[in-house]
Nanobody, 115 residues
Framework: QVQLVESGGGLVQAGGSLRLSCAASGSGFSIFAMAWYRQAPGKQRELVATISSGFSTNYADSVKGRFTISRDNGKNTVYLQMNSLKPEDTAVYYC?????????WGKGTLVTVSS
């Protein structure tokens, strides 16, 4: 069973940048889509970005042009580069994948953007 471990969160000022990483255990990483979600305090978890096995990407409208999702199959890792951060980007960011109909989530990494 795959396990996902996020890292890279922290406190940053508005306008700053952070890069999140998600390391996946096990084999078969390259053939599965990966995604980043986030959950702000008091709000539902929302999809931020996805990347397919063929490197196709999709983004939530709220992050288009500011965030970039990428993957390194040699390192079993997916990244989220976040630029021009805003206070409304403050949330716990989760890595996600789905294999055989089963969803797997990491424990999340907290991103706090101060104004």
């Amino acid at each position: 069973q795959v396990q996902l471990v996020e890292s890279g969160g922290g406190l940053v000022q508005a306008g700053g940048s952070l890069r999140l990483s998600c390391a996946a255990s096990g084999s078969g990483f390259s053939i599965f889509a990966m995604a980043w979600y986030r959950q702000a305090p008091g709000k539902q978890r929302e999809l931020v970005a996805t990347i397919s096995s063929g490197f196709s990407t999709n983004y939530a409208d709220s992050v288009k042009g500011r965030f970039t999702i990428s993957r390194d199959n040699g390192k079993n890792t997916v990244y989220l580069q976040m630029n021009s951060l805003k206070p409304e980007d403050t949330a716990v960011y989760y890595c996600h994948t789905r294999r055989g109909g089963m969803d797997t989530w990491g424990k999340g990494t907290l991103v706090t953007v101060s104004s």
